[in-house]
């Protein structure tokens, strides 16, 4: 069964040819767009919606959440509100109430938190393990997101966990934990930071996974200066993501790559750091993706259109460049560009409708819900 989306006051696109369209239509066709461009020369369809000229967009492409998680941590962020720094540690607090926690009560937070994305208009999902952090609860957080989200990474290398020295560790997340988890997830990560993994333990843990054919992703220069972008782009990771400390090398390394640099900043905003310098990135050529972050500690959000009003408000890119990279770029960011974040004939039908008129509106109207429907793999999510 076909459908016209028709009466679609701007129609953003993400394909090079098609651009932005005004008085457009859409037609889809099971999973997939079949049909994109002026409303005048649509074709006929087995049934249509008349959208009244609101706007339309690819749904939210969300490449870096931490979802399989349990607990609270209202009392730290309360407390960083109040004045104290953020510090990766506070990640234990999160590992502990995993471990405890059943399968059953993981998984209805996965799908709390996915249904609330979906129904702001993310239609695309990645998360992370990364809260279990030893071979057993890093298999079962792997198995379990892997049945709720589109993609699914090995994050054992988020902290070394109390216990243990970080040498060590490393020899266990490359060993059995990696064993146990690479038949269940398409990527592997680490998180290179003070505090977390140096540079040659992310080397390590990254390489482990590139042998045992796991696509690979970098949390790097979130909280300082590092090594993170470098070796990510040496190691030709899809993505490198936070990049808020970046140096003029680090930009160029980017630009001149095929890693995706990943923007969080509502976890910048949640940690009380500096946005980073997403025009200099752009301005130098690299690819630039913003993604939300979802996880308890450092950026409790699903809220994709809100990263795209910071993005704007606070980071000075443009509109189109913010909405550009929450769709195309964290589709770029997952290797998939030409699958999901754009709309076009072919692309997966995964559709967001704003109740306003056009995605200038995401930025100009911040704070307001603006979905008004969500079609995810050409099924009415919304
Ligand atoms: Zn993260």
């Known amino acids: 069964m076909s459908l016209l989306l028709t009466g679609i006051g701007e129609l953003t696109t993400n394909d090079d040819e098609l651009g932005t369209v005004t008085d457009a239509a859409l037609v889809i066709d099971g999973a997939s767009v079949v049909w994109a461009g002026p409303a005048a020369s649509a074709p006929p369809a087995d049934s249509a919606v008349d959208l009244e000229g609101r706007a339309v ?138 505090g977390a993994f140096d540079g040659q333990q992310s080397r390590a843990v990254l390489t482990a996974g590139a042998k045992h054919g796991l696509g690979l992703r970098v949390h790097g220069n979130q909280l300082d200066y590092g090594p993170g972008v470098r070796i990510a782009v040496e190691l030709n990771a899809a993505s490198v993501d936070h990049c808020t400390y970046l140096t003029k090398s680090d930009i160029d390394d980017l630009a001149s790559s095929e890693t995706v640099a990943t923007l969080l900043p509502a976890c910048d905003l949640s940690t009380r750091q500096p946005l980073p310098d997403a025009q200099s990135l752009l301005n130098a050529g690299a690819t630039v993706a913003l993604a939300s972050n979802c996880n308890p500690g450092s950026s409790y959000t699903t809220s994709m259109a809100f990263c795209v009003a910071t993005a704007v408000l606070q980071m000075r890119m443009s509109v189109s460049e913010a909405v550009r990279a929450a769709t195309w770029g964290g589709a770029r960011a997952l290797r998939r560009e030409n699958e999901i974040g754009i709309l076009r004939p072919g692309s997966r039908a995964d559709i967001h409708v704003l109740d306003a008129p056009s995605i200038t509106h995401l930025a100009y109207r911040p704070g307001v819900p603006l979905t008004y429907a969500v079609w995810r793999k050409g099924e009415r999510a919304r």
């Not at 952090?133 to 792997?142: F, H, I, Q, Y």
């Not at 988890?181 to 003070?194: G, K, L, Q, Y």
């Open 57 to 194: 967009l690819p749904g939210w492409v969300d490449s870096h959440t931490h979802l399989v998680f349990a607990g609270d941590r209202t009392t730290e962020f309360a407390a960083r509100m109040a004045g104290q720094p953020y510090r990766a540690g506070g990640i234990a607090v999160t590992v502990g109430a995993t471990r405890a926690a059943s399968d059953d009560e993981l998984t209805a937070v996965v799908r709390r938190h996915v249904a609330e994305a979906v129904s702001q208009g993310t239609t695309y999902i990645e998360t992370k393990t990364g809260y279990g952090l030893d071979v057993p609860n890093e298999l079962r957080s792997a198995v379990l997101a892997s049945a709720e989200v589109d993609e699914v990474t090995f994050l054992g290398a988020h902290l070394v966990p109390q216990g243990w020295d970080a040498d060590s560790y490393v020899d266990l997340v490359c060993g059995d934990m990696l064993d146990a988890v690479a038949p269940h997830v398409r990527w592997i990560d680490v998180f290179c930071e003070t």
